[in-house]
């Protein structure tokens, strides 16, 4: 009986499908409406399939699969990525593995802790101004890491709300750009910076 029924409510369980859906996702042509302002990542899967193939990533990233087995291998191999860019689009933006990618929403360390109004929910598009000018402190940095936000500051490089929030984004810079320090760690551990306000 044990076995039977464990079949009967995994079917049960693979049986259900988000609200958003009109039919379960292992059709094809499912459609997808938005429900308590949430849509279904069908959109996303879809697109998935068109951006991302193995043989994409292999043609074009051979270099990070190379260093990914080297560095489980030991090696030091310093990864560095092509440039930095605003990324708007979630699907395009998996197939960025030469890029860094900062992504309005809670991908960003810094504007994941930024108080933003919400027009649904995970989509705050006054964040977006912001990633961008995350972006510009990037790209005018010689050395992306530790202290990049201060010296962006100090040159006048910033805008007002990275000035007006330096000690927060401070913080949590020490945690983007770890030194493994366990001391420091420990320390970091139980800092909890205050919320980015633009």
């Given at each position: 009986?044990?076995?039977?029924?464990?079949?009967?409510?995994?079917?049960?369980?693979?049986?259900?499908?988000?609200?958003?859906?009109?039919?379960?996702?292992?059709?094809?042509?499912v459609?997808?409406?938005?429900?308590?302002?949430?849509?279904?990542?069908?959109?996303?899967?879809?697109?998935?399939?068109?951006?991302?193939?193995?043989?994409?990533?292999?043609?074009?990233?051979?270099?990070?699969?190379?260093i990914?087995?080297?560095?489980?291998?030991?090696?030091?191999?310093?990864?560095?990525?092509?440039?930095?860019?605003?990324?708007?689009r979630?699907?395009?933006?998996?197939?960025?593995?030469?890029?860094?990618?900062?992504?309005?929403?809670?991908?960003?360390?810094?504007?994941?802790?930024?108080?933003?109004?919400?027009?649904?929910p995970?989509?705050?598009?006054?964040?977006?101004?912001?990633?961008?000018?995350?972006?510009?402190?990037?790209?005018a940095?010689?050395?992306?890491?530790?202290?990049?936000?201060?010296?962006?500051?100090?040159?006048?490089?910033?805008?007002?709300?990275?000035?007006?929030?330096?000690?927060?984004?401070?913080?949590?810079?020490?945690?983007?750009?770890?030194?493994?320090?366990?001391?420091?760690?420990?320390?970091?551990?139980?800092?909890?910076?205050?919320?980015?306000?633009?």
């Amino acid at each position: 009986m044990v076995p039977a029924l464990g079949v009967v409510i995994a079917l049960l369980v693979l049986s259900f499908y988000p609200a958003q859906l009109d039919k379960h996702p292992m059709f094809h042509n499912v459609g997808c409406r938005h429900v308590d302002k949430i849509a279904d990542a069908a959109f996303a899967r879809k697109a998935l399939r068109k951006f991302l193939s193995f043989d994409k990533w292999r043609e074009k990233d051979r270099n990070i699969f190379r260093i990914s087995k080297s560095s489980c291998q030991g090696d030091n191999s310093e990864f560095r990525y092509k440039g930095v860019i605003a990324g708007w689009r979630c699907s395009r933006n998996y197939t960025l593995l030469d890029m860094k990618v900062i992504h309005p929403g809670l991908t960003d360390a810094i504007l994941a802790r930024t108080e933003m109004k919400s027009v649904r929910p995970a989509h705050k598009v006054g964040l977006w101004p912001l990633a961008e000018d995350i972006v510009s402190i990037h790209k005018a940095s010689d050395l992306v890491g530790r202290g990049m936000y201060r010296r962006a500051v100090e040159k006048g490089n910033s805008p007002k709300w990275v000035e007006k929030n330096l000690e927060t984004i401070e913080v949590i810079e020490r945690k983007i750009y770890n030194n493994h320090n366990f001391w420091e760690n420990l320390k970091l551990a139980f800092t909890f910076p205050k919320r980015v306000k633009p």
